[in-house]
């Protein structure tokens, strides 16, 4: 029994750890897993985990604004783009992973991340994540046409190595294919 002038606390005491309890529930994103492919409708307000193994993750925050159930696909891409396709100097050095939808957020970021076992940069290159995007057909980029009659086009975004992997955190995913790699500094 708890003592009447200790009452309120106690009661204040247990509200706030099931409070707490309720947040601690609330910040976990669903985790849906796969072989090397995962399709789910996920929730913009709830966030989620993509998982396809092998060390490869693709993490959606709450709040996204996709609505209440976006069909999207994650996999290890079919065909690795050649550095030249991406740009001049670009080496690939992941295992490529095409997504399947363009999504864009403007608060939290959308993080890509693959295992690496040591940071893959040498003292002169940046390490990047090359984003495929569907662009107008040009004399570089002709022969990469796809099937909306637009051909791919490549944007870079920084990328960081942090605990054992390779990771970009963004704003857009492309909706094609998506690999880290190496560049030459900026200058």
């Not at 490869?56 to 709450?62: D, E, L, R, S």
């Not at 002169?124 to 495929?132: D, F, K, Q, T």
């Not at 086009?153 to 690999?179: C, F, I, M, N, Q």
């Amino acid at each position: 029994m708890v003592a009447p002038g200790r009452t309120w606390f106690w009661a204040v005491g247990a509200l706030a750890t099931v409070a707490g309890t309720a947040l601690a529930q609330q910040a976990e994103l669903p985790k849906f897993s796969g072989n090397g492919s995962v399709t789910q409708a996920i929730d913009g307000e709830q966030g989620a985990v993509l998982d396809i193994g092998s060390g490869i993750t693709m993490t959606f925050p709450k709040g996204l604004p996709v609505g209440r159930s976006r069909l999207v696909t994650l996999k290890k891409a079919a065909k690795k783009p050649t550095g030249a396709q991406v740009q001049k100097g670009f080496t690939p050095i992941s295992t490529p992973v095409e997504f399947s939808t363009p999504l864009n957020t403007a608060k939290d970021p959308i993080v890509l991340s693959i295992a690496q076992k040591a940071d893959p940069r040498k003292k002169s290159e940046r390490l990047v994540l090359a984003i495929e995007v569907s662009t107008l057909c040009n004399d570089q980029n002709k022969a990469s046409k796809g099937k909306n009659g637009l051909c791919s086009g490549w944007e870079l975004v920084d990328a960081e190595y942090e605990g054992a992997a390779l990771v970009a955190k963004l704003t857009s995913t492309g909706g094609g294919r998506l690999v880290f790699g190496l560049v030459a500094p900026d200058k």
